[in-house]
């Protein structure tokens, strides 16, 4: 008998907001967070909107110690880490050192720093670049610097599969827990708001060209010219139910009920993508039925094709406009391995407080047959959320989640 995982804590760090009750309140409010690149001058690129996070002083929540080994990513990170651990009422350090495990996704690992010491050793030479690019940069260093922060020695990785990646971090948390660790911290945070980073986003041929922040991203709308990159993400501390019972956890937000992944067919080939296949996975995982879905959130990637086959597939498994569909993140842009968990933390605040967050700025094509919530939110009793995610080169991640049972 596999042991129940649920969900005590969540560390939020958004465009939008900056802790679970700032990101909350503007998502209800539909304050969307994105606009002109202010990190580097956008003038020379083709895309200039992005969704930054504002006012974060890396200095007032970590020690200085730690500022120059780290990338803007990371600082992120520790600092989610620390206020899901605050939120799920627990002190780290005096846990059992291998109890708690870290597990994170990333997309692009720690590009802004990268590319500063590449800049140092173009125009100054060797000598002056950092003893801590070697490890900086590099996409498993979150889950490195959260297990140290924290003395952590639990299981502990990293997940790469772009966007799908979030869920998927959070998938292995729950199989670590089911194999005995009582503890793990798991989601993402990315953020590669830089010149190299961006180049590399604007590879994808995904990103919009628009220059207005109310209407460039656009999911299902007809208007849609792909997504608006954005920084940050949610970290959330996943536990045994039975354990989060015994300590007496200030909250249980839910349960990770279900989950699966799936590959898409290469390119030009004649079978489908897969998508559907990971929906019908997961729910069968949770054991729900399509019925008890009460919100789906959207992969919502804002190009006509990948729009219509996300449609596509929520109504060949929910049917047509079954199921009240959202996708919150046109307020604070595609955060890459960090959106999912973004998500997955709405989806619980969903459940906690009976709304659905709507998706700003888009009109629902006539092409699409799902439900979307547009305009303002909608109240409707939450008790299960699927959560879609898709990454470039094909990757499907579905998350099936539930309020925790009384």
Known sequence: MSSRTVVTGLGVVAPTGLGLADYWAATLAGRGAIGRVTRFDP?????????????????????????????????????????????????????????????????????????????ALWSKGGQYVSAYQSFAWFYAVNSGQISIRGGLRGPSSVVVSDQAGGLDAVAQARRQIRKGTRMVISGAVDASICPWGWVAQLTSGRLTTSDDPESAYLPFDDRATGHVPGEGGALLVLENAEHARERGAPQVYGEIAGHASTVDPRPGSDRAPTLQRAMELALADAGLAPDDIDV???????????????????????????????????????????????????????????????????????????????????????????????????????????????
């Open 43 to 119: 003038s020379p690129y083709a895309s200039r909107l992005a969704g930054e996070i504002h006012g974060f002083d890396a200095g007032e929540h970590l020690p200085g110690r730690l500022l120059p080994q780290t990338d803007r990513m990371t600082r992120l990170a520790l600092v989610g880490a620390d206020w899901a651990f605050a939120d799920a009422g627990v002190v780290p350090s005096e846990l059992p050192d291998y109890d708690v495990g870290v597990i994170t996704a990333s997309h692009s690992g720690g590009f802004e720093f990268g590319q500063n010491e590449l800049r």
């Open 296 to 406: 789906v959130f959207a992969d919502a990637a804002a190009v006509p094709d990948l729009d219509r086959a996300e449609a596509e597939a929520i109504t060949k498994v929910f049917g047509v406009r079954a199921v009240p569909v959202t996708a919150p993140k046109t307020m604070t842009g595609r955060l890459y391995s960090g959106a999912a968990p973004l998500d997955l933390a709405a989806a619980f605040l969903s459940m906690r407080d009976g709304v659905i967050p709507p998706t700003t700025g888009s009109t629902l094509s006539p092409d699409y047959d799902i439900d979307l919530v547009t305009g303002g939110p909608r109240p409707h009793a939450v008790r299960a959320a699927l959560v879609l995610a898709r990454g470039q080169g094909g990757f499907n991640s579905a998350m099936v989640v539930r309020a925790a049972h009384h």
